[in-house]
């Protein structure tokens, strides 16, 4: 990855995840997709997920995936990068942490739209900045056409209670 994301790995079709809700999102995941590549967003239904909802993020895929939208953002992963991401691009989202920043995350998600992957990253998340710690997250590819991933369902996992402490201990 780059310089900026050293400390994190990349893992395309990743088969064991060791966390049980990014493992199930990926089981929900295969069910839907079957035997091709990846479903279709038509075909995930929230209210299967709802325990898992506030760990996700959706991603619409932007022409020739230049950049990516967030379509949705869990609670949870809005409370650990302190800042509502819903309706803005990485570009714009991961902006504040510099251009390195902005590369790595586009190049996760370019390689699971372009290869129509599912992809793994995970590590230390400090070249965000003190407030972040290490997270898992799992990048999975969707289809309205069942050729083209045109968004990409993520789930981002981290220690929930330390954040939330480490955030509530910043307030005035």
């Not at 299967?48 to 020739?64: R, S």
Request: some cysteine.
């Amino acid at each position: 990855m780059l310089d900026r994301v050293e400390r994190a790995t990349a893992e395309v079709n990743p088969v064991h995840l060791a966390h049980p809700t990014l493992a199930a999102i990926k089981a929900y995941w295969d069910e839907k997709r079957g035997d091709r590549p990846m479903p279709s967003r038509a075909e995930l239904d929230p209210s299967e997920l709802k325990e898992h909802l506030g760990w996700i993020c959706m991603l619409d895929a932007l022409p020739d995936y230049s950049d990516f939208r967030y379509r949705l953002v869990g609670t949870k992963v809005t409370r650990y990068f302190r800042v509502e991401s819903t309706g803005k691009t990485i570009s714009e989202a991961f902006g504040a942490f510099g251009e390195g920043a902005v590369k790595g995350v586009l190049a996760i998600h370019r390689k699971v739209a372009r290869d129509r992957v599912p992809l793994r990253a995970h590590g230390d998340a400090g070249w965000l900045g003190a407030a972040h710690q290490k997270f898992d997250a799992l990048y999975l590819p969707l289809s309205n056409d069942g050729v083209s991933c045109n968004m990409i369902l993520n789930a981002f996992i981290f220690d929930y209670a330390r954040v939330v402490a480490k955030s509530d201990s910043a307030l005035p």
